[in-house]
């Protein structure tokens, strides 16, 4: 089904035509659960990856012997949600005991903290399905695995890898790719989501803008908020400035650290990649719903299809470089 968002609730450049000159398109990639397949766009799931080539691990010291099973991480999610369908009243007795016996950790007896662990696959993008996907060239494909385990850098934050390809050099596939035997951390065990994708119009995160226009903005939210009888009145953040959810691409959100600089060792810019959320949407009254859920966006789990989390229920961006994507990478959790 094709995700849309809505027109937004105003035309906000009719208000401060300004913010023209702060305007980009990003992609939003609406995934939802689904069986995709490895020649497809796809949060969690199976990567287009050749037979001869090893698969990434990491070596980062950090305790690894401790977590959940991957299959049970799956297997309690699919429980919850089928306990929570429209109507029913929650886990009986009986799942309850289900779900405790999955939520379980498990050790690995003999690990090191330096011992290889697979990395687990988080996405793969081909620039066909996601316009203004940045790719370096010659390549089509952007392949996104992590760390399943919350133990990099302090504070913590999701260790992130990216692979790029040309998928038509791939060749015959990698029949089984590695799994870990644990998850360090939950949320970053992915659901297999197709996705839906669609480019909007965002405007530049509010502090970023020029003063001036900042405290344009901000005057004209106050006064919304006097007229608006709703208890949430539109809001530039909100409404009107970054999309929520997986996105392509567009401005970033700095919500949590406010806005720094992102600058490739190589003295160029960088720019956003990816946005990884744990929601599509935040409120059950966000104008970001897109249509196709407005009548269903309070059901259970809707908004987070595919149960990844980062941050404390945030976003991690993913920058790199505007002269070459292949220098490097740089995160921002939010
Ligand atoms: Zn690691
Ligand atoms: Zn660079």
Redesign the pocket.
């Known amino acids: 089904m094709t995700r849309s968002t809505p027109p937004r609730p105003l035309d906000i450049e009719a208000e401060f035509p300004d913010l023209a000159d702060h305007r980009a398109v990003c992609t939003r990639l609406h995934p939802r659960p689904g069986v995709p397949k490895p020649g497809e766009s796809s949060v969690g799931g199976p990567l287009l990856w050749p037979m001869d080539e090893l698969w990434p691990v990491c070596r980062k010291p950090h305790p690894r012997s401790r977590g959940r099973r991957i299959e049970d991480v799956h297997e309690q999610r699919r429980v919850l949600a089928q306990a929570w369908l429209p109507g029913d009243a929650g886990p009986t007795d009986e799942e309850r005991g289900v779900l405790r016996s999955l939520g379980r950790e498990h050790r690995v007896p003999g690990v090191d903290d330096t011992d290889p662990i697979p990395l687990l696959p988080l996405a793969q993008l081909f620039v066909g399905d996601v316009p203004g996907l940045v790719v370096p060239e010659g390549r089509d494909l952007l392949q996104v695995l992590w760390c399943p385990f919350d133990a990099h850098g302090s504070p913590p934050a999701p260790d992130v890898h990216l692979v790029w390809r040309t998928a038509a050099e791939v060749g015959e596939l990698l029949a089984r790719p590695p799994l870990p035997a644990l998850v360090g951390y939950e949320g970053y065990a992915p659901e297999p989501c197709t996705l839906h994708p669609e480019q909007v119009t965002e405007h530049e995160w509010a502090e970023l803008l020029p003063t001036d226009l900042q405290l344009r903005i901000e005057e004209w939210e106050e006064a919304l908020g006097e007229e608006a009888d709703e208890e949430e009145p539109l809001s530039y953040d909100g409404d009107f400035s970054v999309a929520p959810g997986w996105k392509a691409g567009g401005f970033a959100a700095w919500g949590v650290t406010g806005p720094r600089e992102v600058v490739?060792?190589?003295?160029?810019p960088?720019e956003l990649l990816l946005t990884i959320a744990s929601a599509e949407w935040g409120g059950v009254r966000s104008s970001w719903t897109p249509l196709a859920d407005r009548a269903r966006a309070g059901t259970y789990g809707l908004n987070v299809p595919t149960r990844v989390s980062v941050g404390r229920g945030g976003h991690l961006d993913v920058f790199?470089?505007?002269?070459?994507p292949t220098?490097?990478h740089e995160p921002s959790l939010q």
């Open positions: 490739c060792p190589c003295g160029s960088m790199v470089c505007s002269a070459d220098h490097g």
